[in-house]
Every structure is written in structure tokens, then in C-alpha cells.
């Protein structure tokens, strides 16, 4: 079954991508719509796992985002330790853990992605598969850790919600957020040997999206990612 599917598993070739794209940004940031739209068109695209994270620091400013949450502030964070950044900022996508851009332009993001092909050809890609609304398998082939072992983490999202603002500097707009995070956790450390795991089915609603990001420790490079989808886009 292909990529899209809700009752199969996502069908790339292990070692043939995707590759992950996370934004990071808030409802009340008049500068983050630009990037949320294209993300949307990011999360259309079969080799990309595109992911939004909406931060709560913003919230103090006259609108508090509904998808908010410190969790994922301390994500963007993490990887603003990693990337040796001064500070974080909205919105910034970081492409496959290697580098970052506010994405509000395409290019600067087509370049980090075809730079991180040209450093991860080949991928831990997960196999992700789930039979008629039944729990989420999750299978990794033996893979060479060759710095040490790697996070598997999930994270499901719901694909797409549109959002009137009230107040804040997006007063009196419909915001448009896609693949927007909702739940992440550490699945497990990998050490690079065959695995696999089993995510109950009543985690993930009928409409709900996951991704599995295999990715080195500490907020390192994404080394392999994979989606499972359901078949409509809304």
C-alpha cells in the first residue's frame, strides 16, 4: 500500500528518503503565515515529512495558540543548542536536523534539503503500517550507527485546522496550519540493530497523521523519517 493510505504502510525504499522538514511557529507571529502555507505545500510532497510545532512564547503577546505547548518550544530549543544559534525565532524551519531558514522563501529550504541528500543518501527509513485502524507498527532494518545511537521518535499530528484569531498581531484573520503536532514522544534509543514497535490504535485518531523521525541523539541529524497519512488531504 502506498504512502497516504491509512490502513498501509508508507512505501519508500528504505535508503530513498524522505526527508524532514519542522516548522517551528506560533498563531501570534504576523510573520509565520508565509511559512505555515508553505509547509502546507511541503506535506503534500511524498518525499518530505513535514511537521509543524507551534511554540508558546508568543502566547504572552495577546493571542494564546490553541497548539501551543512548552514541549515543543524546548524542541526548537534543542535544536538552537545543536545548530549553535543564537536564539530561536519564528517561524524557522529545520530541515533534517542540519540547518535551518525562516522559511517564508522556498529556496533557501530546497538547498538545505538537497544539501542533506547529498550528506544522507542512504536512511534508517522506518517502516510505518497500520491495517484498518489497528495499532501502528513501526519496523527499523539493521542500520551503522556510526556516532552512537539514535532516537526513534513519534509524533502525531493533526493534518490540517483553520483557526479565526481574535486578538494578537493576527487579529481578524483564519490562520491555516497543517500537519500540526499534537502529541511527541521518545519511542525508544536504537542501537542500529533490527526493531520494531507497536503503538496502541485508540493514540491516533481516524484523521490524525504520524511521522517517525530516527534521528541522532540530542537533537542531531534526522538519519531517516517516514509518514503514514490518511488518504484525504481536506
Known sequence: ????????????????????????????CNSCPPADAFLGRLAKRPDI??????????????????????ETTERQRGYARSLKQRYVYTPEMVVDGIGHD???????IEALLAKAQRLSPKRATPELARTNGGPLTIKLAAF??????????????????NTPVASGENQGRTLENFNIVRHLELV????????????????????????????????????GCNKLEPAYFG
Open 144 to 161: 551503522a550507527l556510526e556516532r552512537g545511537p539514535a532516537d526513534v521518535t513519534l509524533a502525531i499530528y493533526d493534518r490540517r485546522n
Open 49 to 70: 515529512v513535514a511537521l509543524s510545532f507551534h511554540v508558546d512564547y508568543w502566547d504572552y503577546i495577546g493571542w494564546k495558540d490553541p497548539f501551543a505547548s512548552r
Open 188 to 223: 525508544s534509543r536504537w542501537d542500529g540493530s533490527p526493531a520494531s514497535w507497536t503503538i496502541a490504535a485508540d493514540r491516533i485518531q481516524p484523521t490524525q497523521g504520524v511521522a517517525v523521525l530516527v534521528q541522532r541523539a540530542d537533537y542531531g541529524p534526522v538519519i
Open 1 to 28: 500500500m502506498v504512502a497516504g493510505r491509512p490502513d498501509g504502510a508508507a512505501a519508500r525504499p528504505p535508503g530513498d528518503g524522505p526527508w524532514a522538514v519542522e516548522l517551528f511557529t506560533s498563531q501570534g
Open 102 to 108: 525562516t522559511g517564508r522563501e522556498p529556496g533557501p
